[in-house]
Each structure stands twice: as C-alpha cells, then as structure tokens.
C-alpha cells in the first residue's frame, strides 16, 4: 500500500502545484535532461558542471523569452528502457518543453525515437553514432557532438600523409567502435587504394585483454595502428604496449585519446607522438574559449574537460533554440533548431538543416609529455564542416520523412 | 600463429588466469562454508585496487613501499569482508536460502558509490612494479617481467592454501564445515568465530587479487561487476569448495581467452570468424560446456546433502478472491486518479512483476534457480521487435507470438539445466543467457547490435498510455494469475514435492524431470510475455534486456518481496521499481541510498518485506487471541 499512497500522494501534490504554482511569465522555462551520470562518471561529472555553468550565464544575462531556465536532470542507468521512463517522468510529470542529453549510442537512439514518437524536440549532447543523424535520423533529433564519422574522418589526412601499407586495427566491441572501424577502413582505402588491414581486434568494452590483444597486433608487424580505445582499456592497451615494444617504429592513431578525461590518466606513460583527437584546454587561446575557460575556473576552480565543453554547448543550444523560435511550440522550437547557428567554446556552429548535425569540430594532434603529464601538441582545429560527407551521400543515408 | 606467438599468449593466459584465481578461491571458499552467494566479492576486489593505488602514493615508490602496500591493501580488505560479515550477514544466515545474496548486493551498491566518493570518478593508473617494470625477452617477443612473477605467484598462493586447509586446525575445521557445518556446530565449535575467519581470508585473497593487478589495470568503478562474473564462472567451472579446481579452472579460462584473441580472426569455407569478438563469451560457453559434461564441475564432488540452515519453506497460502478483485479495481482506477506518468510507471512495475512471479516460481515452489532470468524476459523483448519490425507481423500479433518463441529457448535450455542441481543448475541458466546476450549482442544485422532495435511502438488504438496500461495490466496480470493457478494444481505439487523431496517424489513414480522441464518452459514463456508487453512500451529494446543486470534485478525483486510467500515477488517488484524511480531523482549517490534501504530491509525482514508483515500479523493475531 506503501506504493500507492505515495504515489497518489505525489500526484496530488504535484496537481495543487500546477493548479496554485506561478504560472505565466514568472515560472522558469524547464528543460529535460536525462545521461547515465553513474554509468560514464569521468566524462559526465564534468559535464554537469559545464551545464551548471551556461544555466548560471544564461539566467544573469535574463533567462530566454523573459524567463529563466531550469534544467531537471534524470540519471537513465545507461539503459533505454529506464531512459524512455524518465523521459516520460520529465514531459509529463516535469512538464519540461523539450530534452537534451544522453551518452552511450543505444539510449541515444532510443530516445531519439522517443522524441519522434512524442513529436518532442530532443537535442542528443554526446551520443557519437553515427546512425543517430543519419541511418536512424528523424525530424525531432538534433546532435551537438562531433561524430565518430567526423572525428574519424578528421584523422584521415594525417593518416594517409603517412602511406603506410599495413594497418593493425583494434576497437571496443560496440557501436562506438565498430562504426569508427569502417568510417577509417572505408576512408583510408578510398585515399590510399592499396591500403592493407592486416589485424583486427575487437576486445568487449571494459575488458581488454590487453597484454594479449598487444601481442596479437605485434605478431602481425603492422606500419600502422588504428585505435578507437578509451578508458581504462587505453590505459591498459598503452602500458602492456609500451612494455612488450609494440609502438616501437609504428605509427598509432587513436579516437578521443586527447580528450583530458582519457589523457590525464596516463600521466608520464602517455604515449608520445601518437595523432589523436582531443582537446587541448590550456591551449586554445580563441576570445570564446578563453571567456569560457576563465568563467568555469573561476566557478569550479578545476580545469574543464571535453564534458564540460558539451555540456555547456548543449544548454546553449537549447536556450538560443528556445530564443529563435520565440515560443515554445515544438514545431517553432524545430523549425529554429534547424539551420541554428551560434557561438560556443569551440567556435561558431550551425545545427545543419540537412541531417540536424551540428558543424562543432575537434582538435587534432599529437600526444607529447611535459612535467609527468600528457598534453596535445602540433594541435590544429578541424571545423566539423570539412570532415562530413557530400550532401548527396548524407540525403541517400538519411529516411526522407 | 608461430610457436612464438603460441608461448607468449600461453603466458598471457597464465598472468591472466593468477588474479582471477585468486578472486575466485576466496569466493569458493567463502561459498563452500557459509553457503553465501557472495556478490559483494568483485567490490571487495576493487577496493583492493584502489587501496593499493592510495598506500602506494602514501609508502613511496620502491620496492619495499609497493609490496608493503600490496600486503596491506589486502589486509585492508581483509577487514572490510570481516566488517561486512559481522554487521550484516551474521545476523541473516538463517534467512531462506539465497537471501544473504540481496544482503551483498546491497553492499555491492553501497561500496560503489563510497569509492565514487572516496576516489572520484577518473579513472586511476598506478604505478609499475619497482624493478619489475622491464620485459624480458622470450623467443624474441617481449613480455613484461611482472607477468612472469604473476604467474608463479597463481602455484605459490594454491599451495598456501593446501598447507592452510590440510595442515591446520582451522583448515580442518573449514573443510568439515564444508562438507556439514550443522554437525560442526553440534560438536561445539563456535561458527561464528569460524565464518568470520573465513570471510577475513577469503576478502583477503579477493583483495590480493586486485592489489597485485595495479600495474596491470587502472583502478576504476566498472572492476566490481567485471570481475565477480568470471570469478563466479571459474568457482563452478572448478567445482565449488574446490580450491584446485578453482586454479584450474582459471587457467583454462585465462588460456582460452588469449589464444581467442591470439588466433584472431580466420576464415573458414568462406566463413570469416573472428574469435578476438568471441572473447565476449567464451567463459560462459566454456562453463556451459563444463556443465553439461560434469554437472558438479571439473573437481567438484557432488554436493552432500545439506541439512537446511533455515526451516524449510511453509506452505503456500493461495490468494482470497476478495482481496484480489479490490486489487484490481484499485489498480484499474489508477488512472481515473492520478497523473499520467504514475500509468507509465505502473506499466514498468506491471511487467517486472510478471517477470519476478516468473523467476519465483521456478526458484521458490519449483526449486531451482535461475541466475539467468533475463534471458526468457530479453528474448521475448526482442522476438516481439523482430517479428513485428523484420517479420513485418501485425503490433498485436508480434505481442502474442513473442512469449512463445521465448518458450521454444526455454525448451532447449531447459532440458539441460534440469539435470543440475543447486547453484550449478543457477550458472547454468546464467551461462544460457549470456551465450543469448552475446548472440543478440554480436548479430547486427538481425538484431542491431548493440544498439537494440528501436521503432517498435504498439498499434494507433494502443498508443494512448492509459490503453496500453490496461493492455498490460490485462497480459500480466493473466500471466500471475495463470502462474498462482498452476501453483496449487497438482503439477504445482509435484514441483514443491520435488524440491522438498526428490527421492520420495521419484519412489512415487513422478517423473520429476519432466515436469521439472515443463515449469521452465512455461516459466519461459511468461517472462517472455513481460518482456514482449515492455518491448512495446519502451519503443526500443537493447541487449541490456539480456543483460546480467536484468537478471539480478529479478532476482532482487523476488528476494526483497519474500520469496517464500505468493505476492512478495509482486510487492518486491512494484518496490524495488519504485524506490529506484524516486530515489534516483532526489539525491545524485542513490546508489548508495538504494543499498541502505536495501540493507535496511534485509535486516529488519529476513523474509522479504511480505514474509515479514505476514510474520507480525500472525503475531499480533497470537496475541490477541
């Protein structure tokens, strides 16, 4: 009975606050926002700072439409059905006008289903798969991040500069890590036709063998490795490699090794001279990162990780969505989301009206060491606009309706 | 793969394998003499880890300061298990069987969310080994040195422990109450002391275990759980109460697991095959495979008979048709009353709740369980996906084929699991359903990955949530009704019968078998049938369904209601469903709060919640009379 009572209870208590609670122009505008805090605590942690941070910014310069805003924030387990539930919690019992969030690819994709299915605007932070804008893409969904696809592609320059033949590959066996799989072998051979993937390793997510993993790609003498690991199976992946003297006289290009949530771990064993795309925070001395960097040392006094730069980009997103429709309407709110454009740390981005992907791009470098601790070095900024495919290849991809 | 790279994978399986031994030899002993499922084993491994990382900054770099720190991290845990065993498990051990599994995983939830706290969410790579960190060189390939010294600590350890469990009074006093620790309660030898003993050794080799991979593995808050299942599948592989067997079994695993990843991928008749994929699962095919051939694993002895440390379960007391029938107005009123994601969520706890009657008819009245639930539940999910998605059948039909193609599974596994008993029978199921996950989880191109498949809504007329509450409430609630309705036909008898007494049962002519076959096919199919009613709620389904998560939150919900009542698998579903729902939303560590509650419960109802309050009532009623 327990059950019942509360429930009934919270229900009616959440119909007197409806019925008697500041409606109108007082009352916060409320976004949704659902991520599985407990399941990727290293990246979301900081996260949630950076969102703490834009909702701090957006309401001391007057909120959106004269209101503030609220962000009600939902930890979804890391698994869809438990996001679709509190995704519902969020619309109907919330009453939150739209969603944001999310991190791994299966709940990304559920609940950008969802969305559809609700018609509700949902603007997916960090999901990476590449099917949530394209293969799976719908009307309702949005994408801030850049892409395993885009940060794949952003690679392949340095990558086929090198010509080398054989290419040793390794990858978290799941979305994340096939997809960026075939992005590189189907980007590299269109380059360098005579490219030869000599090994594939494909160890389950969290539990890399990784002293065998690494003899397995040095019996095959590759020139070359490309790695998609992060985590705690990078770091394993890094140590055993180093000792067994797998990197000696090869060549590794490894996804998201620069971001500081997965470099500052390695600390002195960080793997010099390795491309990687990251995000080299103390560096970037643009007028909107350093008024981002300042504010968010200032109020948190730790540096920010790649999370931080998402979180604050999506609420920003969403407020400057809210602020062009001018109303709250979900079919105005997506109207204005597409073709969006605004500023964030990383530079001006547009949400592109073709495929809902944002142009927000990444850094590209090299991972040196300098006093016992990891940094990117010979960085350069890629605009998320060059490393994305033709619109035609994008329109045969993507559903029509 | 030259003769090289077939002797270096070699010793890369072994190096694996001693860690892994370690974790499990502790967990085997702990499981041979107190009878606990002991989930809490991964964490007190983790703790190991981050204990070691904390004393190694704090006791320096060298030698002496890591091995020291080594030594003391496992002795650290060590009390940490004796904490563990003092506060909480002592006081349930006469609890139903498997309850003191709900105590651990409570603990599971707790120590998470303190090491969260404790160390942050970074991921923390320790040091190499002082005068370890070099390889050496082996037939021209490089292997680190530190590897080597694993490998014969794995030897070094065993024979520890032989000298231990053979040479001394505390060893013969672990090894009789292995084998009948009723008998050595009789002849006066205090348990208490005894038990506590054994959980200090075996958290110590568990948090050995760990400390000793800190130059070998990050220390991070994913160890627990990846840890404790293969640490369960090599104690059953070995044989419980086997330390040997354990080792043995770890080295095959370890072995196996290197040479999947050492062959790579092949290509045979065409057919590429890639066996480094094959590392998702090839300790659970092994396992089955183990089962299947030698039911009480490779060094195990068939499990003499236990005299129950619990009396045994009581009778049965089938449900009053009044207090039923006010139930289900209540709940079709629910939604004339309250808002519209009370509806949602009751049809959540709709679901579980056929989910969890299934799992408790199987391990309560029919006396087996399932460790591997999930796998009825998921595959039901995503028959209703595919058959409604790829098959192209209608929403309504796709829901009412599903739960029988998750009875076809369970035919097939069912015949199998039963001719286990115990725990063994339990890790078998689990086996099952990991070898499902992994399928679901590795065929893209039928199931979607690991991305599940999603655009699986119900029918227009369905679509409302109120309706498609109803809809639930209706299959569900037939579903418990039909399952509560077998429980007291004579085949319900039959299977008390069986597990209360098998001998009797088959002297009477009861092929027990058979009708042991048959709950888990019906069994089967209803945990499909909630899995096909939740598939089209959600929208979507991932292999999370399949998942081990999935299964132990059964397992969680039956043990928190009661499992020794009729309606406490439903009252712990609609609790546990709930409590995670509010929990979560109010406080960001509700992990951590989720296992106090947890733990709260365990110890004030050793029954379950339902058990408990129908314990007071009959109280009450005694005194009032």
Redesign the interface.
């Known amino acids: 009975m327990l059950t019942r009572n509360q429930l009934l209870a919270g229900a009616t208590a959440v119909a007197v606050l409806s019925m008697f609670g500041p409606a109108g122009a007082q009352a916060p505008i409320k976004i949704g926002e659902l991520n599985s805090y407990k399941m990727f605590p290293a990246f979301l942690e900081p996260y949630k700072k950076g969102i703490e941070l834009a909702v701090e910014e957006v309401n001391a310069a007057g909120g959106a439409l004269g209101r503030k805003i609220e962000i009600v924030s939902r930890d979804d387990n890391g698994n869809p059905g438990d996001a679709v539930r509190v995704a519902e919690e969020l619309l109907s019992r919330e009453q939150v006008s739209f969603l944001i969030g999310t991190f791994p690819s299966h709940v990304g994709l559920a609940v950008a289903d969802f969305a559809k299915q609700r018609k509700v605007l949902f603007i997916a932070a960090e999901p990476l798969t590449d099917k949530l804008v394209w293969d799976a893409g719908n009307a309702y969904t949005f994408r801030l991040r850049t892409s395993t696809y885009m940060q794949t592609a952003m690679l392949i320059p340095d990558a086929a500069k090198l010509k080398k033949k054989r290419w040793a590959i390794v990858y978290p066996n799941y979305e994340y890590g096939q997809s960026a799989t075939a992005a590189f072998k189907k980007l590299l051979k269109e380059k360098q036709p005579d490219v030869e993937f000599v090994v594939e390793q494909a160890p389950p997510l969290g539990k890399i063998d990784a002293g065998a993993v690494a003899q397995a790609l040095a019996d095959a003498k590759p020139d070359a490795i490309f790695s998609s690991l992060f985590g705690a199976d990078l770091a394993k992946f890094v140590r055993e490699g180093q000792t067994r003297g797998l990197f000696k006289g090869v060549e590794v290009f490894n996804l998201l090794a620069g971001e500081p949530e997965y470099l500052d771990p390695l600390k002195e064993e960080a793997p010099v001279g390795w491309y990687v795309t990251g995000y080299p925070w103390s560096e970037i001395k643009t007028p909107e990162h350093t008024k981002f960097l300042a504010a968010y040392q200032a109020k948190f006094k730790d540096y920010p990780r790649l999370g931080s730069v998402v979180g604050y980009a999506t609420v920003m997103s969403a407020v400057e969505t809210i602020k062009k429709a001018g109303s709250l309407d979900q079919a105005k709110l997506i109207a204005a989301a597409s073709g969006l454009k605004l500023m964030t740390p990383f530079g001006m981005i547009e949400f592109r009206p073709i495929d809902h992907q944002s142009t927000m791009g990444a850094y590209v470098g090299r991972i040196g060491v300098k006093d016992g601790k990891g940094y990117m070095k010979d960085w350069r900024f890629v605009d998320g606009k060059v490393a994305l495919p033709t619109d035609a290849e994008v329109l045969k991809m993507r559903p029509k309706n | ?2 003769f090289a ?1 077939i002797i ?2 070699l010793l ?2 072994l ?2 394998a001693a860690s892994l031994f370690l974790v499990s030899a502790g967990l085997s002993l702990i499981f041979g003499v107190t009878r606990i499922v002991n989930f809490a084993h991964g964490s007190l491994y983790m703790l190991g880890l981050y204990g070691a990382y904390t004393l190694i900054q704090a006791l320096g770099r060298t030698p002496l300061g890591f091995w020291s720190a080594v030594v003391l991290a496992a002795l650290l845990v060590g009390l940490a298990g004796v904490l563990i065993e003092v506060l909480v498990l002592r006081r349930i051990y006469r609890a139903p069987e498997l309850f003191q599994l709900l105590a651990t995983f409570a603990v599971v939830l707790v120590i998470k969310d303190i090491a ?1 706290f404790v160390w942050g ?5 320790g040091p ?1 080994a002082p005068g370890l ?3 050496v060189e082996i037939l021209g ?4 040195a530190y ?1 080597l010294l694993l490998i014969a600590i794995g030897p070094v350890v065993l024979g520890v422990m032989w000298l231990l469990l053979t040479r001394t009074r505390w060893g013969a006093l672990v090894r009789a109450a292995t084998q009948d620790r009723e008998m050595v309660g009789a002849l006066g030898v205090d348990q208490a002391k005894l038990f506590t003993s054994v959980f200090f050794v075996g958290s110590v080799l568990a948090g050995l275990g760990g400390a000793l991979q800190i ?4 220390a ?3 160890l627990d759980l ?1 840890v404790i299942a293969d640490a369960f599948v090599i104690t059953v592989v070995g044989g419980l109460g086997s330390i040997g067997g354990a080792f043995l079994a770890a080295i095959i695993i370890g072995v196996a ?2 040479f999947c ?2 062959i ?2 092949v290509t045979w008749f065409g057919f590429e095959i ?1 066996f ?2 094959l ?2 699962v090839v300790e659970f095919l092994i396992m089955a495979v183990v089962l299947v051939a030698r039911p009480y694993g490779l060094l195990g002895k068939p499990q003499a008979l236990q005299r129950l440390a619990a009396d045994p379960a009581p009778p049965l007391t089938a449900p009053s048709w009044k207090i039923a029938l006010v139930w289900v107005v ?1 709940l079709l009123a ?1 939604p004339l ?6 509806t ?2 009751l049809t ?1 706890i709709v679901c579980f709740a056929l989910f969890a009657v299934s799992l408790h008819f199987i391990m309560g009245p029919a006396g087996m369980v399932s460790f591997g639930h999930a796998a009825y539940f998921g595959l039901g999910a995503y028959a209703a996906g595919l058959l409604f998605k790829s098959a192209g059948l209608p929403m309504e039909a796709a829901l009412l084929l599903a739960p029988l193609c998750a009875g076809a599974f369970a035919v097939v596994y069912g015949w199998f699991c039963v001719r286990l008993s115990g725990v063994y029978l339990a890790m078998l199921t689990l086996a099952f359903a990991q070898i499902s996950w992994s399928v679901v ?1 590795q065929w ?1 191109s039928l199931t979607g ?4 498949v ?2 699986i ?1 119900p029918s227009a007329w369905l679509a409302d ?1 109120t309706t498609y509450y109803y809809l639930a409430l209706a299959c569900c609630g037939t579903g418990i009704a039909l399952l509560w309705r077998v429980l007291f036909s004579p085949f319900g008898f039959v299977l008390r019968a069986g597990r209360d007494s098998p001998l009797r049962a088959e002297a009477i002519g009861i092929d027990l078998r058979g009708f042991q076959w048959a709950a888990f096919v019906l069994v089967g199919a209803l945990a499909g049938l909630a899995g096909s009613v ?1 598939a089209f709620s ?8 399949i998942s081990i ?1 999935q299964s132990t939150d059964g397992l969680i919900m039956v043990l928190l209601g009661g499992v020794e009542t009729l309606t406490g698998p439903v009252a712990g579903a ?2 546990y469903t ?1 409590l995670r ?2 929990v ?2 109010h406080t ?1 560590f ?2 951590a709060v989720m296992g106090g509650v947890i733990l709260l419960i365990v110890l004030l109802f050793p029954q379950g919640l339902v058990g408990g309050l129908k314990a007071l009532f009959l109280r009450w009623k005694e005194q009032r009379a």
Request: charge should be positive; hydrophobic fraction near 40%.
């Open positions: 793969m030259t790279s270096i994978q890369n399986g190096a694996a969260l969410a970074e991921d923390l790579v190499r960190s070099m390889a390939k490089r292997i680190p590897d130059p070998r593995e990050p991070n808050l994913d990846a697991k290197a990843i050492g790579g991928t890639s480094s994929k590392t998702l209540l629910v009353v309250a808002d519209r994601y009370v949602i969520l959540d989880f893209d990955g690991s991305n599940g999603f655009g809504w949530k939740y959600k929208g979507s389904i991932s292999p999370s369904t998560g609609a609790i709930w729902d509010v979560a939303r960001d509700w992990r």
